[in-house]
């Protein structure tokens, strides 16, 4: 059964500093990565995809990509306590019903502490 | 441009019963995804429709069924209500059904069962 772990947390930062989120996978063929973030009662929004091995950078964020160890890591720079969410994890698999099904982790709570 | 819509917002349905959620997609996206998320879990994939044909289907049993229509919407029927139904559905859309195929969630359908 394909798989996506992520520690649940809560992981407490100190605001500015980085807040490191971690996920592995058990699909060894899979394609896409993707992170979301989720408030407490809304929907996941997307911050981050990631296709090919290293890091893929949008402003704050960072994304790290490893297919051989099958890691997918997030890290956020200057955290802010806006960014006080539960990040989620996804995977494309290569096989599993669809090429559009995304395979979730359960999250990692994230608490910035001002 | 508009996001992802879902209606109605919240439901509150009582065991057996039939219920119908409804989703519009980002213009210009070909593929609407849906998910069921329960509380401290990541979503997880019951079907995606692309050009209107089904593309996969999750474990979920034939109670759950979807449709899409010509100007791309969708519908996710729920037949027999279970009071394990309950949870927040999410509509995701996607310029196409495939793999990197980016997915933007809509603000999701909160159900109730009693």
């Known amino acids: 059964q394909k798989e996506v772990e992520q520690n649940s947390g809560p992981l407490s930062v100190p605001e500015g500093a980085i807040a490191s989120l971690n996920c592995t996978y058990s699909d060894r063929g899979s394609q896409s990565f993707f992170w979301y973030r989720q408030y407490s009662g809304k929907s996941p929004e997307l911050i981050m995809s990631i296709y090919s091995n290293g890091d893929k950078e949008d402003g704050r964020f960072t994304a790290q990509l490893n297919k051989a160890s099958q890691y997918v890591s997030l890290l956020i720079r200057d955290s802010q306590p806006s960014d006080s969410a539960t990040y989620l994890c996804a995977v494309n698999p290569l096989y599993g019903g669809s090429q559009g099904n995304l395979i979730f982790g359960k999250g990692t709570k994230l608490s910035v502490k001002p | 441009d508009a996001g992802v819509t879902q209606s109605p917002t919240h439901l509150i349905k009582t065991r057996g019963q039939q219920v119908t959620l409804r989703c519009s997609p980002i213009?210009?996206?070909?593929?609407v995804s849906w998910y069921q998320q329960v509380l401290g879990q990541g979503p997880q994939f019951i079907f995606q429709?692309?050009?209107?044909?089904?593309?996969g289907r999750g474990n979920f049993p034939d109670r759950f069924s979807a449709r899409q229509f010509p100007n791309y919407s969708s519908e996710l029927n729920v037949n027999a209500l279970l009071l394990g139904d309950s949870a927040l559905y999410l509509c995701a859309s996607s310029l196409e059904g495939r793999t990197k195929s980016e997915q933007y969630f809509g603000p999701g359908t909160r159900l109730t069962v009693t």
């Open positions: 429709y692309y050009e209107k044909e089904e593309r």
């Open positions: 213009s210009g996206h070909k593929s």
